[in-house]
């Protein structure tokens, strides 16, 4: 089955600068990779999402970015704020398969 | 759009009872829905995948005899814990997936439950 790797466990970045968090997955089949954020005993939210037939998609301040070949993808938060902070998450999935692999989070801690 | 509704929120059970978790779509039809468990500071893990009108499909290690799940409808699914142990406290979420083969998932709030 598919496993997701996902790094660093937890950052901390000044508000203002960038976060970048890192996962990885195993199945080549996979081709769906959304990311979602969770709040403190919250529901996760999706925040972004990509497809494997682009290799970047951007929504303001979030981006994500997507490397097939090397089978791993990339969030991307710019000019952090204080209400970014929270655990985000990644995931991995295939078409037909409908279920999530989820990676086991980055808990983001924004400093003001 | 994409509401996905979770009942109870909370829930706090004597060991040996058994609760049931609804998850409900309420302004879409769900054709797949999932069962979720979290760990403080863990990730979610997938317990089951459950289609309407069909049985359930469970992960590897997650018992189908301890956690029973129903799919009556295309809005509403349901986890029963059948006689609760300590060890099954935990954040339950349901997501549901609005057409198939299409990966989007929504989340329910989840629903935290304590077995004493």
């Known amino acids: 089955g598919e496993n997701v790797e996902q790094h660093p466990s937890t950052l901390s970045v000044q508000e203002g600068d960038s976060a970048v968090i890192k996962c990885t997955y195993s199945?080549?089949?996979?081709?769906?990779f959304p990311w979602y954020k969770q709040e403190l005993g919250k529901r996760p939210q999706l925040i972004i999402d990509?497809?494997?037939?682009?290799g970047e998609k951007k929504d303001q301040r979030i981006a994500v970015t997507l490397n097939k070949t090397a089978k791993h993808f990339s969030l991307h938060i710019t000019e952090t704020q204080p209400e970014d902070s929270a655990v985000y998450f990644c995931?991995?999935?295939?078409?037909?398969?409908?279920?999530?692999?989820f990676g086991t989070g980055t808990r983001l801690t924004v400093i003001p | 759009g994409a509401v996905v509704s979770q009942h109870p929120s909370w829930v706090i059970c004597k060991s040996g009872t058994s609760v049931k978790i609804e998850c409900r779509s309420l302004?879409?039809?769900?054709?797949?829905m999932f069962w979720y468990r979290q760990f403080p500071k863990q990730s979610l893990m997938l317990m089951a995948t459950?289609?309407?009108?069909?049985?359930?499909?469970?992960e590897q290690g997650v018992e189908k005899d301890k956690f029973l799940i129903n799919h009556a409808s295309l809005t509403l699914s349901t986890l029963t814990v059948t006689s609760a142990h300590p060890e099954d406290s935990s954040f339950y979420i349901c997501?549901?997936?609005?057409?198939?083969?299409?990966?989007?998932?929504?989340f329910g709030p989840g629903t935290r439950l304590t077995v004493l």
């Open positions: 997501s549901a997936g609005s057409v198939a083969g299409v990966n989007e998932q929504f």
């Open positions: 199945d080549s089949a996979s081709n769906y």
């Open positions: 990509i497809r494997s037939n682009v």
């Open positions: 995931a991995a999935s295939k078409t037909g398969a409908n279920n999530l692999f």
């Open positions: 302004d879409f039809q769900a054709t797949t």
């Open positions: 459950s289609n309407e009108g069909s049985k359930a499909t469970y």
